[in-house]
T-cell receptor, first 112, second 111 residues
Framework: DAKTTQPPSMDCAEGRAANLPCNHSTISGNEYVYWYRQIHSQGPQYIIHGLKNNETNEMASLIITEDRKSSTLILPHATLRDTAVYYCIVRVVRNYGQNFVFGPGTRLSVLP | KAGVTQTPRYLIKTRGQQVTLSCSPISGHRSVSWYQQTPGQGLQFLFEYFSETQRNKGNFPGRFSGRQFSNSRSEMNVSTLELGDSALYLC??????????FGPGTRLTVL
C-alpha cells in the first residue's frame, strides 16, 4: 500500500472549516483514500473514504485531486470535540489482508 | 447497533505472565483485526481473522497469537509478557472488505 505524508499538527478556530491535507504521490489506481481519527485514548473512528470522486457524508468531505496524488479532508464547522489525531491511509480493498498502515497522522487542535 | 466491545478495558500484569484479551465484533461482522498502539511505534497491525481463519499477520513475535470463534468473537493472547508489551490493544471489525470499525481498546500495563 502507498505511503502518505501529513503535517504533524494543525490548529483551527472553532466554527471554522478545518482543511487537513494528505499527500499520496505513489498511489496506485486501485487504492482508496481512507480517513480515520482518534480522540485521545479511544479507538480510531472511521470518517470517510474515496477512490476518485469527491465524497461527502454527515461528518466530513473528502476532496481528491484529479491526479489522485493528494487529498484534503474538510470538517466544515469544526467544534472542540473534533480535536483529535487524523490519519490518512491509502490501501487496496481486497478480500483478504485488510490491515491498515497507520502513519503518525495530523494532530488537529480546535481552539475556542 | 452496538459497536465493537473489548474486555477488559484495563489490565495490569507483571513480566513473564500471559494475558488474554477479548473482542466482540459488531453484529454480523465476520472480519476481526487487532492492532497494538504505543507512543513510540504508533498503531501497528497484529493480525486479521475471517471465519475463524487467520488471513494476515503483522511483524510481531510468536508470543502474540490470536483466534476467532464461530460466533466471530476473537481473542488475542500474549505469552511471557515483556515491559515493551505495555500498550493499547485495539480490535476492529468489518462486514466484508470495506470499512473497519474500532473498539475502545484494552490498555495493558506490564510491570
Amino acid at each position: 500500500d502507498a505511503k502518505t505524508t501529513q503535517p504533524p499538527s494543525m490548529d483551527c478556530a472553532e466554527g471554522r472549516a478545518a482543511n487537513l491535507p494528505c499527500n499520496h504521490s505513489t498511489i496506485s489506481g486501485n487504492e482508496y483514500v481512507y480517513w480515520y481519527r482518534q480522540i485521545h485514548s479511544q479507538g480510531p473512528q472511521y470518517i470517510i473514504h474515496g477512490l476518485k470522486n469527491n465524497e461527502t457524508n454527515e461528518m466530513a468531505s473528502l476532496i481528491i485531486t484529479e491526479d489522485r496524488k493528494s487529498s484534503t479532508l474538510i470538517l466544515p464547522h469544526a467544534t472542540l470535540r473534533d480535536t483529535a489525531v487524523y490519519y490518512c491511509i491509502v490501501r487496496v480493498v481486497r478480500n483478504y489482508g485488510q490491515n491498515f498502515v497507520f502513519g503518525p497522522g495530523t494532530r488537529l487542535s480546535v481552539l475556542p | 447497533k452496538a459497536g465493537v466491545t473489548q474486555t477488559p478495558r484495563y489490565l495490569i500484569k507483571t513480566r513473564g505472565q500471559q494475558v488474554t484479551l477479548s473482542c466482540s465484533p459488531i453484529s454480523g461482522h465476520r472480519s476481526v483485526s487487532w492492532y497494538q498502539q504505543t507512543p513510540g511505534q504508533g498503531l501497528q497491525f497484529l493480525f486479521e481473522y475471517f471465519s475463524e481463519t487467520q488471513r494476515n499477520k503483522g511483524n510481531f513475535p510468536g508470543r502474540f497469537s490470536g483466534r476467532q470463534f464461530s460466533n466471530s468473537r476473537s481473542e488475542m493472547n500474549v505469552s511471557t509478557l515483556e515491559l515493551g508489551d505495555s500498550a493499547l490493544y485495539l480490535c476492529a471489525s468489518s462486514l466484508s472488505s470495506g470499512d473497519w470499525y474500532f473498539g475502545p481498546g484494552t490498555r495493558l500495563t506490564v510491570l
